[in-house]
């Protein structure tokens, strides 16, 4: 009996410790990792970037699901497509609480999440497309394809696809619903009711709580890196302003003194920190980048290439004016049908104004500037005069006065003939045909400057 005795006691001691051997080798629970961010302005390629932004940071931190904490009006067809294709393509949960409204635009990116949750008095729906003036539908073809993809995301959610398609078509009636004329839009009750609303929760921590059931947890919200806060910072209007001023005016100073100095140094910087922040958002699109640089090189062809100013200094101006406007909006090609009133409005004023003030400042200054100390450190601003032996000719002054013929066609520049030698030159700004007599009125550069003889 000692030996059994002996044998019991041995063996639940073993048992014992191998039980608590392995309760060691168990992970420790970890708190769930609940990563939050908002969606609280219009839909456009700022917020599209944002959401990119913040969906590649909680999956960077390894969080374990994702909550959107929504209250907008929507915005444009696009930029909800992409980030509901993100949102559809998540390899984690993703919910949303609407706080406030979820229309248009907002109401497909919250279909497409995995459950919604809704604020008292919050609404979801009203999603027509409508034109950037923010009244008007627009046309059929913009809402055929939000019906499809309200259709589509309702379908992938479990969702009735028919509910989430007349909240576009107002010609959709759907008994004990909606009548026909009217788009959906449910409240709080009638999400819930309609399966469009998981349930309502007051807080983000009721939510997470109460209604998904996670009682050990971390939130971790999106923080903009100081990267974002600086491109945030060159969006504003006045900075964008500020810039362009900068453009224009380094531009005509470096004109000015030629060679490559401070003024162009401080106007191709000022055209980095202008289009860089609306590239990356999203707003300024190659070809508007490509449209500026157009206009700045026809502007030099009209400068430096051919005498005086006609159609490319005015084609090269319109150019630079639209480069800069389009890079500020968000519009697709020249379709401006959702590029808000007060947007395309904002961005006219600001690149106008910007513009007038740069030909007030380089007016007002440029009689002063050769004066300041601190400029001759860094410009030519010294005076060549003819009487000193300086000359900006690699023609004689005996030509002046000289007859000769136009040897091609001076539309305004062109070859003229004196006597047997051939010559560049270029008429006042009228054009002269080939074989006109012509006489020499001064020399200018490494042209003679000529006007047409009558008779």
Request: net charge negative.
């Amino acid at each position: 009996m000692k030996y059994i005795g002996f044998i019991c006691v041995f063996f639940g001691l073993f048992t014992g410790l191998d039980a608590q051997a392995q309760n060691d080798s168990l992970p420790l629970s970890q708190k769930q990792k609940v990563y939050t961010f908002l969606i609280d302005d219009n839909i456009d390629p700022r917020m599209n970037r944002r959401v990119r932004l913040a969906l590649e940071d909680a999956k960077s931190k390894e969080a374990d699901l994702i909550i959107i904490e929504m209250d907008t009006y929507g915005g444009a067809v696009n930029d909800a497509d992409d980030i509901r294709t993100m949102i559809l393509e998540l390899d984690r949960p993703i919910h949303v609480w609407i706080n406030k409204d979820a229309a248009s635009a907002g109401a497909l990116i919250s279909v497409a999440c995995d459950s919604i949750y809704m604020a008292p008095g919050a609404s979801i729906g009203a999603a027509t497309v409508v034109m950037g003036g923010g009244g008007d539908a627009a046309p059929d073809k913009y809402q055929s394809y939000m019906r499809s993809m309200m259709r589509s995301t309702a379908e992938a959610k479990g969702r009735d696809p028919k509910i989430a398609e007349a909240m576009v078509d107002q010609n959709l009636e759907i008994e004990g619903i909606t009548e026909k004329g009217s788009v959906i839009t449910f409240s709080v009750s009638e999400a819930i009711a309609n399966g469009f609303s998981e349930g309502q929760a007051n807080s983000m921590k009721e939510l997470v709580e109460e209604k998904l059931g996670i009682s050990d947890y971390e939130i971790i919200a999106y923080d903009a890196s100081g990267v974002e806060d600086v491109i945030a910072f060159f969006l504003n209007p006045v900075v964008s302003g500020f810039l362009i001023l900068i453009i224009f005016a380094g531009i005509y100073f470096e004109i000015q003194t030629p060679g490559v100095g401070f003024p162009i140094a401080a106007s191709i910087t000022a055209i980095i920190l202008y289009f860089i922040p609306y590239y990356l958002t999203g707003l300024a699109s190659n070809w508007e980048i490509a449209v500026f640089i157009l206009g700045v090189v026809l502007l030099l062809v009209e400068l430096f290439v051919i005498p005086g100013f006609g159609i490319f200094g005015i084609l090269g101006i319109i150019c630079i004016l639209v480069g800069l406007t389009l890079g500020m909006l968000p519009n697709d090609a020249f379709d401006f049908t959702f590029v808000p009133t007060g947007e395309l409005f904002g961005a006219l004023l600001t690149v106008l104004l910007a513009a007038l003030a740069a030909m007030g400042l380089i007016f007002y200054m440029a009689p002063k500037v050769n004066k300041w100390r601190a400029f001759s450190s860094i410009a030519l601003a010294g005076t060549q005069n003819r009487d000193e032996g300086y000359t900006s000719t690699l023609y004689a002054s005996d030509l002046i006065g000289q007859e000769g013929i136009t040897h091609t066609r001076l539309m305004p520049s062109g070859k003229i003939l004196i006597g047997d030698e051939i010559y560049d030159a270029y008429s006042r700004g009228e054009f002269i045909d080939k074989g006109e007599k012509i006489k020499v009125i001064s020399t200018e550069g490494t042209s003679l400057r000529v006007r047409k003889l009558e008779g």
